[in-house]
């Protein structure tokens, strides 16, 4: 499950409560971390390039993320409704545990984070070289 970041929340009270407007961003880039993200969006550790990783450009739109629902512990929340491939393996990834979505392909605004319901290996010649089932993300706004 995801969870906002401190980033998302201060762009998301300013823009509701008097100060700059936030505007969305139109892709987001889904990343994958071997090590655990913290609230303020650091501790990101990624896969490195040179084996193949890179983050995963979705369409920020309504299709690929539908409208919040409000679930059954009165949570809004939403999920991906479409399936998420990342590019084959050329190399070893190392142990995946955690995920990101940002606003951009290299730079560390992390908008959103979450943990994998398990962890995962990725090795060479994996292809893809990891994958989100539509409807696998949940992201929740507590």
Same mark, same amino acid.
């Given at each position: 499950?995801?969870?906002?970041?401190?980033y998302t929340?201060?762009?998301?009270?300013?823009h509701?409560?008097?100060g700059?407007d936030?505007?969305?961003?139109?892709?987001?880039y889904?990343?994958?971390?071997?090590?655990?993200?913290?609230?303020?969006?650091?501790g990101?550790?990624?896969?490195?390039?040179?084996?193949g990783y890179?983050?995963?450009?979705?369409?920020?739109?309504n299709? +690929? %993320? /539908?409208? !919040?629902q409000? &679930?059954?512990?009165?949570?809004?929340?939403?999920h991906?409704?479409?399936?998420? +491939? %990342? /590019?084959? !393996?050329?190399? &070893?990834?190392?142990?995946?545990t955690?995920?990101?979505?940002?606003?951009?392909?290299t730079?560390?605004n992390?908008?959103?984070k979450?943990?994998?319901?398990?962890?995962?290996?990725?090795?060479?010649?994996?292809?893809?070289?990891?994958?989100?089932r539509?409807?696998?993300?949940?992201?929740?706004?507590?």
């Amino acid at each position: 499950m995801g969870a906002l970041t401190n980033y998302t929340e201060v762009k998301l009270l300013d823009h509701f409560l008097g100060g700059g407007d936030y505007t969305r961003p139109v892709n987001i880039y889904v990343g994958l971390s071997k090590a655990e993200i913290q609230e303020d969006g650091t501790g990101v550790d990624e896969p490195d390039g040179a084996d193949g990783y890179a983050r995963v450009e979705v369409a920020n739109n309504n299709t +690929n %993320f /539908p409208d !919040a629902q409000i &679930n059954a512990n009165d949570k809004a929340q939403t999920h991906n409704d479409i399936q998420i +491939n %990342f /590019p084959e !393996a050329t190399g &070893n990834w190392g142990t995946i545990t955690h995920f990101f979505f940002a606003d951009n392909s290299t730079g560390d605004n992390i908008l959103i984070k979450g943990e994998l319901v398990q962890s995962v290996e990725i090795n060479t010649g994996d292809n893809p070289g990891f994958s989100f089932r539509q409807d696998e993300i949940l992201i929740t706004f507590d």
